[in-house]
């Protein structure tokens, strides 16, 4: 996948959030207004966090964000729970948009699986490489890396400092 526009859970993040605001915007649950914006943040934060995470372009920040997206996921489906109870949705509507959220919690877990085993190998997007533009800097200032980490002038052939 190229962008996370092209994700399939993002795309279903995406209908949960029309979902979600749909529901909102009606009374009585639009005259909630702390429950009605919680649950609207927690639906946003799934698409926006798996598309952060997908940007970021290191797999530990990916899988950092995906648990987050995961865990938006989860809110959504608690505060449904309360908005039902409330009387704010029906028993169907609210089932139904918790079944959304599931499935998208499905989905991330099994991609964050995915990248969790030794056989994932996406490409270097997804693997972040280390930042040698200090090591590039140190070798034009006569600098080089010494075995504790640290860096110091580099030796000559006779052992002593240039």
């Known amino acids: 996948m190229k ?3 092209d994700l399939p859970v993002w795309q279903a993040g995406r209908a ?4 979600v605001y749909a529901s909102t915007r009606t009374r009585p649950f639009a005259s909630d207004p702390g429950l009605s914006d919680q649950i ?4 946003v934060s799934i698409t926006s966090n798996i598309a952060e995470g997908h940007e970021r372009g290191s797999t530990a920040d990916l899988i950092q964000f995906l648990f987050y997206a995961k865990g938006s996921a989860g809110e959504v489906r608690s505060q449904l729970y309360h908005a039902e109870d409330l009387g704010y949705v029906t028993p169907v509507q609210a089932e139904s948009l918790r079944q959304e959220a599931r499935e998208i919690g499905r989905q991330l877990s099994g991609w964050i699986q995915s990248m969790q085993t030794g056989t994932f190998r ?5 693997h972040q ?6 090591d590039k800097f140190a070798a034009k200032a006569g600098l080089e890396r010494q075995p504790d980490g640290r860096y110091g002038k580099r030796k000559t052939e006779e052992g002593k400092q240039e």
Not at 16 to 19: A, E, Q, S, T
Not at 122 to 126: D, L, M, S
Not at 129 to 134: G, L, Q
């Open 16 to 19: 949960l959030v029309r979902g």
């Open 129 to 134: 490489e280390p930042d040698r533009t200090w």
């Open 40 to 43: 609207q943040r927690a639906a």
């Open 3 to 5: 962008t996370f526009e």
């Open 122 to 126: 996406q490409g270097p997007r997804y």
